[in-house]
């Protein structure tokens, strides 16, 4: 396990390792800071909502009027391909505005919350378009992430005490996000995201030969309320990795995949995996102002355990997905303009 505290120009060129560890980074200053935060404050004055389909059509032109330097940053870190996350330092967070960080995601209805939401999807308008789950947090596109009560040991991002493990953001989905995007709010003990990486150099190639058969099965996660009587339909055999060798999509949840039983070979290349992403793994602690976006291609991702207080200043983060190519998720929703897969 390794952590980078390191800005992207501290990185020498020549270690690639190191550099895909330390994500490319833009730090607003503070006059960037304060435009970012007009911006955002005007669409929460303009639109009732980040779901309104006002904003969703007009969010891609106001992020134009960002920072310059962000957004060449941003668009710098979107075309390498061996970029892990991309994160942005320095958005403004006024904490005694924001409240008590909510017991449940249902009671995240304060305003102030509702400008970093959509301070978040300005910002990941830079990459592509906002998509939502129907099952998940009643279809919101940004959603909120926060220790609840009573799922402290679970499988999902309202745990605590047990540790998220890392996973691809939907894996089970064909129309799952490209970029996960966090926004940090509060996170007292700057509790790190956890994120992995496949490097197929390292793997034999008879293991990598078979994860890009579709040898594996994926079921939603958790996190997903699924319709009472959802068929096995919901269950999907793919391959764990894609694309060309040099530049493989990975596509794997260490609590949800699994293999067909009597499948040995497809068995020991999905440990191997796992063992490789387990050894690969490295923190990514996000502080107050943070806002990351996490290439769920390139890499997979979880968090660290920490223990909730329940005392209002818990651990807060906002979340959205966002698809490069909105148009791919269209079979997934009900029309062009629904946003909710599902």
Not at 17 to 36: G, I
Not at 100 to 122: K, N
Not at 261 to 275: E, F
Request: charged share 25%; net charge negative; proline share 7%.
């Amino acid at each position: 396990m390794t952590s980078c505290d390191l800005s992207a120009q501290d990185v020498p060129p020549g270690s690639a390792d190191l550099r895909a560890k330390c994500p490319p980074r833009y730090t607003l200053t503070r006059d960037e800071a304060r435009q970012v935060d007009i911006l955002a404050r005007k669409a929460a004055a303009d639109y009732p909502s980040a779901d309104d389909p006002r904003f969703l059509a007009d969010v891609g032109l106001i992020a134009h009027d960002l920072p310059a330097g962000l957004r060449q940053s941003v668009n710098r870190a979107r075309l390498d391909e061996g970029t892990h996350v991309i994160l942005i330092r320095g958005n403004p967070v006024d904490d005694a505005a924001l409240g008590g960080t909510p017991r449940h995601w249902q009671e995240a209805t304060g305003e102030e919350g509702r400008v970093a939401g959509m301070l978040l999807m300005i910002e990941a308008a830079l990459l592509g378009d906002a998509i939502g789950w129907t099952t998940q947090q009643e279809g919101r596109l940004v959603t909120d992430v926060l220790p609840v009560t009573g799922m402290e040991n679970s499988l999902v991002s309202s745990s605590s005490h047990k540790e998220l493990t890392w996973h691809t953001e939907d894996a089970f989905s064909p129309y799952r996000a490209d970029y996960v995007g966090l926004f940090c709010l509060r996170s007292l003990y700057h509790t790190p995201t956890t994120v992995s990486y496949a490097d197929l150099s390292a793997l034999p190639e008879d293991v990598v030969r078979v994860l890009m058969e579709p040898r594996f099965l994926f079921t939603p996660d958790d996190s997903h309320k699924m319709p009472d009587g959802t068929p096995d339909g919901s269950l999907v055999r793919a391959a764990v990795l894609d694309g060309p060798i040099d530049a493989p999509v990975l596509r794997i949840d260490r609590d949800f995949t699994r293999v067909m039983p009597g499948d040995d070979a497809a068995a020991r290349a999905l440990a191997h995996a796992v063992a490789h992403l387990d050894g690969n793994l490295y923190d990514v602690a996000l502080a107050t102002g943070d806002v990351a976006f996490i290439d769920n291609r390139n890499v997979v991702h979880g968090r660290r355990p920490f223990t909730p207080r329940y005392d209002g200043r818990d651990r807060w983060l906002k979340r959205v997905n966002v698809a490069v190519d909105l148009r791919r998720t269209r079979p997934g929703r009900l029309s062009a303009d629904v946003r909710a897969i599902g």
